[in-house]
């Protein structure tokens, strides 16, 4: 004799929460990028077990330097545009956002060295099941590395007229430089050295910001130290 019941479960939906994909420790050059995919081994991703058709919100927010997704498409932006922003806030789907995250692509801000970050979070909106909207935020931090940048000088305009020939002469340091339009941008505490092709005959007096050299041939400039 025999006797078969059968007990019906219900397994009820519950929310698990969007799981973030970031790498470790990366570098960039100074004025340089650094795309996230997986040729490089660094890809950014998004996955979420129980997402299914829904729409996630995603934001991403940096230090010194900017973010462009590698698409928008199936994108809604809250926030930003994707495009070189420094924040940005947008929903999609989970495939959506995984697209707009291939080739993510950081910028640091011009001239910056040191350290940066980008930090991404993501909120499943509840999608799905109990429990609410769930998130994950994590972090990438940057080392931008030091590039030497070439100094720039201009065509005083107009022509600077610093003495009658044969007679002395003094200028302003600043004054120079600004005729010069001497720049470089990460001189810091170093030397700059302005050669001139065709200068006044005559000396250049000692000076707190520069060398005493002879005119004709080139001046060696310092920073002033406050």
Not at 2 to 29: E, F
Not at 34 to 44: G, I, S
Not at 138 to 157: K, R
Request: charged share 10%; no cysteine.
């Amino acid at each position: 004799l025999s006797d078969s019941d059968t007990i019906n479960i219900t397994v009820n939906d519950v929310n698990d929460a969007p799981v973030n994909s970031l790498p470790g420790v990366q570098t960039v050059a100074e004025d340089g990028s650094l795309v996230f995919n997986t040729t490089n081994n660094n890809r950014v991703s998004i996955n979420d077990v129980d997402a299914r058709a829904g729409v996630l919100r995603v934001v991403l927010t940096t230090a010194n330097g900017t973010l462009s997704l590698g698409s928008t498409s199936g994108l809604t932006f809250l926030s930003g545009n994707g495009t070189q922003n420094t924040s940005m806030s947008f929903t999609g789907t989970l495939a959506n956002l995984n697209t707009a995250l291939t080739n993510l692509t950081f910028i640091p801000n011009a001239n910056f060295n040191g350290s940066a970050s980008f930090t991404m979070t993501t909120d499943d909106q509840g999608n799905s099941g109990s429990g609410g909207s769930l998130s994950d935020t994590d972090t990438v931090a940057l080392t931008t590395t030091s590039v030497n940048d070439a100094p720039t000088v201009g065509n005083a305009t107009p022509a600077l007229r610093i003495a009658v020939a044969g007679d002395p002469f003094t200028i302003a340091y600043a004054t120079l430089l600004a005729a010069m339009g001497a720049a470089d941008v990460d001189i810091g505490q170093g030397v700059m050295i302005l050669t001139f092709l065709d200068a006044p005959t005559g000396d250049l007096p000692p000076h707190a910001g520069r060398d005493a050299v002879d005119a004709v041939e080139q001046a060696v400039l310092r920073p002033v130290v406050p």
